[in-house]
Every structure is written in C-alpha cells, then in structure tokens.
C-alpha cells in the first residue's frame, strides 16, 4: 500500500446553534487516514459527525482545527482529487442519465469531449443503465437514480470516492442489491472509498476497516479489520463470524447512545 | 398442500401478454380542447339567439354578430380601428419589450446576490405594494400625452411583476443541487448556467405572463387618461356615444391580444419542460 489517499489530523469542527451560548462539538479531534484502493466505512449513532466528517473532507465545510489532505494536498474546498455519492441523488432534472453521468466531468474540465461521450458510456454501462440513457431522472427508481449518482462521481476518475449514505433512502431489498453492485463496481474500478453509513450491517459487508464514531462530542471511537475474503456475497451476512462482529459494533454504539441519552438505560435485571 | 393448489384454474389467461401500447381516442387526447371550445360556442349561440330575438338593448350591450361585424369593418373595410390598434401595439410592445430586457437580468442579479438586494428591497417592495395607477398622472407630466408616458405607464406595470418572479426563481433554486455542483469544484458561472438558469424557467415564464397582464392593464389605462388614440381611448369613446358594437369589439382585441400572448408563452414554457413528467 502506497500513500494514504485522504489523512485527517486532528481534525475539528463546531456549531453555534440559535439562542444556545454553548457551540455544538460535532467533531473533537478526529483522526483518521484511508489508505490507496482501501474501502472505509464510518458508521456511529446519529450525530456523532460522521457526515460533518465526509462534507469536511469533501470541501464543501470548512473544518475549525486540524488538517485534512487528499492525495497529498492540504484540502481547502472542494477539489478535482475526489468526486461525492450523495444521500440523496441530487441529479439534474432537467438533464438525461447521460446528461447527468457527463455533469461531473464538465464541471472538472478534466477530459475533452470525446473522451467525456466515451467515459460517460462507459460507466453508465458498468452501473448497469444501460438503455436508460435518454429517460429523466423522474422516469427512473430511487434506485437508478443512486445509480447515477454512484456513475457520475466514478466518471470523474477521482483519487478517493466519498460516499455519504447512498443507500439510506433506498427500500431494504433495493439497498441489499445496491451493496452487492457496489462490491461488484468497486472490484472492477479500484478506487479508495469512504463510505457513511448508520447501517452496521451494510458497513461491516462492504468495508475493509470499519470506523466506529462516538457522539457528543463525534470523535474517534474504535476501529474494526474486516478481512472476510473478496468477492463478498450477500450471504455472508448470515456468517456466524459476520454478526459477531455486527454485535461487537453493535455493543460499542449501543453503549454511545446510552451515554448521549439517545436511548435510556434497560430494566435492572437485563443488564448489571 | 403446494401453493399451486391455492390459484384457481388459471386457464382464463391469455397465454401472451399483450405488448401494443394503448392508445387514447382523440377525443380523450383532446377533451380539454374539445369541451372549451364546445362550451365557448354554446355561450355564443345562446348569446346571439337573446340578441336576435331583441331581448338586449343595444344601449348598454351588444350581440355577438354586431361586434363581430363593427370589428370586421373597423380592421378590414373601414379600417378606422387601426390607427388605434397600432398606436396600442406600439405602446405595449415596447414597454413590455423594456420591462422584459432589464427585469430578467435585473432579477438574477438581485436574486443571485444578497447586497444589491438588501440595497434595493425597499423600493421594490414600495413600488410593487402601490397601485401602479397613482403614478399615471405623475408619468403624463413627466412624458408628455403621447407615446412617451404610454410606454412609461406599461414598462412600470409589467417591470415589477417580472423582476419579483425571476428573483423568486433565482432563490428558491435548490441547495442540494447547487451543493453538488460546488462537490464538482463549479464556479459561479457554471452554477449559474447550468443549474440556476434552468430552474429558473418557470419562473421567468410566469413573470413574463403576469407582466403581460400588467402590461396590458397599463396602455388601456394610460390610454383613459390622456390623448386621442389607442384601444384604451377609443373604448372611453365608444362608452362616451353608447356605440356598444364598438366598445366590445375593442374589447376582444385586447382580449385576443392577451389570450394570444399567453398561449406563445406557454408553448416557450412547454419547449424549456419537456423533461417533467407529463401530468394533468
């Protein structure tokens, strides 16, 4: 493994909310590095900063401490170096799936125009929308749109893919399929991926590590190895080994949520 | 028990599905079309029946053959409705001509960017509460009984209507795609051109129509007022000498003039949306 593709030091960031004195630490010296071609997954109970992280390292916030560097540059804003999956599609409504997988790459002003044409056939084919090239995005699923989304950020051949809960707002069989796919695209593309997720089952599937953030402040709180052999499939996540270690992570948010009083201790006798 | 047992004989099933795209009437394609035009003509019968059997007194209305004949002649044979018709086309065209090319553009800057706007609000939220009427007076002192305080009076009536919407427009522009395309390292042009402008559209569309409406109300009006030409001037004639024949037929113009611009509008509307689901 070569230079890490995206390190985070230190890194820190708060909110000042209406008619509160106090800000919010929504990140306290986070510290955290991916490394070339590695798959990354961040999961954590709801704020705990996982997305203030990616929208940090994304450069579309700016961080109040510390440093972040993508592909070996300091971050300041958003750059050509990487390319954001969004939770919601955010597509261009008035434009074609081509239109929009071809979006990303005019704004980068990276390749000409053949090679956007040739590159935007490309991925639209390895996301597998094939045929669906001229419909809009109000003719396509929730889950053909994410399909964009993921197409447009890979057209771009960013250094590192930030991935910010795609799969959230999906049904829970679309989402199952969409991870697999994902396993699929990543194995033929090789990119570094961040990846932000609350659903720890999704996370431990695709990751190669997995970050677990604690909540108020969001910080750094453990890190799991997931070194199930690749190419994963769905049935792993009926593997013995895979829900023990579900229950590991399980244990850790569970225990950070009580703590932030998202949810209230358990009868006496369940617990000592 | 196999689940098969549960599903009745299934032999009643056609045994390919049918892969022809349904197609609607005409008629099912068509029935807004078809039952406006069938209501309009209805009314006009029922119209011109009252009016031929002398049920209306020709004092204070008319019937459809008679403006229909007044405006035939007025246009064609006697032409002495086109001086007129000229005077207000003028009017209107190029105050609203005006109004478009400074509101639109005036209206993304204003959206787009927070100080001009905090510097101009009051004044265009003043001028856009008062009735643009209570200026007419003023403007004809100002520019004079002739085409100069007509032009004036409609500029000031479509202006305010397209600049307000196009703002809108420009504002109400969703973050979450403006968020996306700053991801993809957009600079402000490009956020302005490909995101911004586009959904814009309805917007502009919908100013540009209210502006028209306005615009309209203004060269009638300002016609009242002042001179001795335009639609506005010859429908107070008209009512002045009970030449109700002459009035409506004014009034058709003008009706004719704003259903006709409307329609152009939309269609431009309807060119900028076809990517929108079509829905009724």
Redesign the interface.
């Known amino acids: 493994m070569t230079t890490p593709k995206l390190i985070a030091k230190d890194v820190s960031k708060v909110f000042w909310i209406e008619g509160e004195d106090k800000p919010v630490h929504a990140l306290d010296h986070v510290s955290l590095s991916v490394g070339d071609g590695e798959f990354v997954c961040i999961v954590g109970p709801s704020g705990c900063g996982k997305t203030t992280f990616l929208n940090i390292a994304a450069g579309l916030l700016k961080h109040d401490g510390g440093s972040m560097e993508i592909a070996g540059n300091l971050s300041n804003g958003p750059g050509r170096d990487r390319a954001v999956v969004f939770q919601q599609a955010r597509l261009l409504p008035w434009r074609t799936t081509f239109g929009n997988v071809r979006y990303g790459m005019e704004l980068h002003r990276r390749f000409d125009e053949a090679q956007m044409d040739e590159r935007t056939q490309r991925f639209i084919d390895l996301v597998g929308l094939n045929g669906a090239e001229r419909r809009h995005p109000g003719e396509l699923s929730g889950g053909m749109q994410q399909r964009v989304n993921l197409a447009r950020a890979l057209a771009v051949d960013p250094e590192i893919l930030l991935m910010d809960e795609p799969f959230a707002a999906l049904d829970a069989q679309t989402r199952e399929f969409m991870q697999a796919e994902l396993l699929r695209i990543w194995r033929e593309t090789r990119k570094t991926v961040m990846f932000v997720t609350h659903q720890i089952d999704e996370a431990v599937f695709l990751a190669d590590r997995v970050v677990v953030f604690g909540t108020k402040p969001g910080r750094f709180k453990a890190e799991f190895k997931v070194d199930f052999p690749r190419p994963r499939t769905l049935s792993l996540k009926r593997d013995p080994r895979f829900l023990a270690l579900m229950d590991d992570i399980w244990g850790l948010i569970e225990e950070e949520a009580q703590r932030a009083g998202l949810l209230h201790a358990y009868e006496t006798e369940a617990r000592p | 028990m196999t689940v098969q047992s549960l599903q009745a004989e299934p032999a009643a099933v056609a045994a390919q599905p049918v892969l022809v795209r349904p197609t609607k009437s005409f008629y099912k394609r068509n029935d807004s079309f078809m039952v406006g035009a069938a209501s309009v003509i209805v009314f006009t019968a029922v119209w011109e029946a009252l009016w031929a059997a002398g049920f209306i007194n020709e004092l204070f209305f008319s019937g459809p053959s008679a403006i229909f004949a007044r405006l035939y002649s007025g246009l064609f044979t006697r032409g002495d409705m086109l001086e007129h018709v000229w005077f207000s086309a003028q009017n209107f065209l190029s105050g609203f001509l005006i109004a478009t090319a400074l509101g639109i553009p005036l209206g993304i800057l204003l959206g787009w960017y927070r100080a001009p706007r905090l510097v101009l609000d009051p004044f265009i939220t003043a001028f856009y509460s008062t009735p643009r009427i209570v200026f007419v007076p003023l403007i004809i002192m100002w520019f004079g009984l002739g085409l100069g305080s007509k032009v004036v009076i409609v500029f000031m009536s479509a202006f305010f209507p397209i600049l307000l919407n196009v703002m809108a427009g420009v504002r109400t522009t969703d973050d ?2 403006l ?8 600079t402000q042009w ?1 956020l302005f051109r ?2 911004v402008l ?2 814009s559209v309805p917007f502009i569309i919908v100013g540009l129509r209210q502006g028209l409406a306005h615009g309209l109300i203004g060269v009638v009006v300002g016609e009242f007022f002042a001179g001795s030409s335009g639609i506005g001037y010859l429908i107070g004639e008209a009512a002045n000498s009970f030449k109700t024949d002459l009035l409506f037929a004014c009034v058709f113009i003008v009706a004719g003039v704003g259903i006709g611009v409307s329609a152009l509008l939309q269609q431009i509307e309807q060119h ?1 949306q076809r ?3 079509a829905n009724n």
Request: a positive charge.
């Open positions: 979450q795609l968020g996306a395309g700053r991801a993809f390292c957009a490009d490909t995101i586009p959904s900028f990517w929108r689901p």
